[in-house]
């Protein structure tokens, strides 16, 4: 990654989290360049893609977007829309899982009502015979987040699991204490803005640990997902699957909603499962802001559809 994307990266993560640049891109409709990355608005409208995706062979997982709130009512808001959101699944039949930010719960105001939200939401998709990943956000939430995993699952809560981000130093660690505890994961390059204390600076030592981390996941036979557009690093996970044995029914692939979708549908095709991580609801800024961070040619994606208008 040279030196100016590296600046730009920087600068797009930096916005990420600013209120006034939020409200800017609402009110100048930078909104409509979203919809490539985001399902809709509504359950619905989510559901209704869901259904697009399920009927090429791909499965989901679904987000309701939403993150950093200022107080604890909103957790309750969105726990009871997750409830309702796994309630749906079920009663629709669709294939799809959900997932889910710690701080969308309360994580940075409440920690214990945090994982009350949370511990509902879990126990409602047990009883609908479903899965949730409680994604990973910036380092301060990290080592939370991953003690989240692991009282849930003491509690008796096994239908739950996490991602680990490649990009950071402590990630191999982390991988060989849960792959011990037998959670399932999703391994990511990781999309925040971190020091280099933290994490790597450096794309292809992110990439040489991303590799590390999905053979100590593949050796180990314990359920993994390996999110990632990155052609290299989905062919050598083929290639070392093959090699070793490994059946494509020990791990998936997962990509984003709106990010090479043909790839998805080839994939599938040709018998790996896909999961496609698909996010909707109205607080899509953060997450969008991200995208176009971990991509900068989504950025021009954007401008040309502005100047079609």
Known sequence: MDLGTRIFRSLLLSLAGNKLAEKLAAKYGLKRGAQRFIAGRTLDEALARVRELNAQGIGVTLDHLGEGIRLTAEAAVYRDEYIRLVESIRGTNIQATVSLKPTQMGLKLDPENCYANIRDIVAAARSCSNFVTLDMEDTACTAATIGLVRRLRADGLSNVGTV?????????????????????LRL????????????YPRLTDVDANFLRLIKLRLDSGVYTAIATHDERIIDWTKRYADDCGITVDRFEFQMLYGI?????KQLADEGYTVRCYVPYGRMWYPYFVRRLAERPANVMFIVKNRNRR
């Open 164 to 184: 680990i981000q490649a990009y950071l130093y402590r990630s191999e660690e982390d991988v060989e204490r849960l792959t011990r505890e037998g959670v399932t």
């Open 260 to 264: 090479r979708s043909q790839s998805q």
């Open 188 to 199: 990511v390059k990781g999309a925040y803005k971190e020091p280099r204390t933290l994490a």
